[in-house]
């Protein structure tokens, strides 16, 4: 099997087609944006650390028996997926309250919520990806009813394995964005699980280890993301 044609570039990947249209390679980039793209810059060897990051996620939750687009590794910066037809809507779970959430409901953020709060999202670049309900979902015709309560279900399956996951390794999980897609009518996982997709603070003392490093001007994104690939290949792993 050999890579082809470049079949998409996005944001902080490449996807490239396979000599098996069933099949997909994707590459992770440094590049890093924020706010739609209006913020641009490169976080150093971002793209090895996200791609070994989703490639322990990924295993991590096939291994609970939760279905991804994974198919394995192939290079520091390669991985080889299932070809899906991507669902034109992004899921938020929050569990603490951050970012526009913390904003939206005048909250301080990190402030836990008393149940986990989960957003859809509409995917278009072109609309700034507006929040949505289920109602715009069946009325637009995004997904079908039974497919968006399979990514409830899979959302809320995927918050419990990444919190019990990460607590041993002194990793708060804040909240996340996933994407799903179809392959030969199933709905699986895509994307990535990641500090570009993932808010990750540090349990202790609260330091945040993900992209907000970059979206803020924080500074130490490198390190932030090196660092949470530290925690999630050690058992039990704390701060620093």
Known sequence: MDKTNRLYEGKAKIVYETTDPDLLIVEY???????????????ENKGV?????????FEYLEGRGLKTHYVKTLSDREMLVKRL???????????????????RLGLEEGTPLRSTVLEFYYKSDALGDPMINEDH?????????EQVREVERQALAINGYLGEFLAPRN???????????THHGQVLLGDEISPD???????????????????RD??????AYQEVLRRVTTIGAGGR
Not at 30 to 42: E, L, N
Not at 49 to 57: A, D, G, K, P, Q
Not at 197 to 215: A, G, N, P, S, Y
């Open 137 to 145: 979902i069946r009325a637009v015709g995004l997904a079908e009813p």
């Open 29 to 43: 980039k440094d590049s890093a944006t924020a706010f739609d793209g209006k913020k641009k810059g490169i976080i």
């Open 49 to 57: 650390y996200n791609n070994r990051m989703s490639t322990i996620f």
């Open 85 to 103: 037809k991507i669902l034109p809507i992004e899921v938020v779970v929050r569990n603490i309250a951050a970012g526009s959430l913390a904003k």
């Open 171 to 181: 990793v708060d999980l804040i909240d996340f964005k996933l994407e799903f897609g």
């Open 218 to 223: 924080l500074g130490g994104a490198e390190e």
């Open 197 to 215: 997709t993932c808010r990750f603070w540090d349990r202790t003392t609260k330091e945040k280890l993900d992209k907000d490093r970059f979206r």
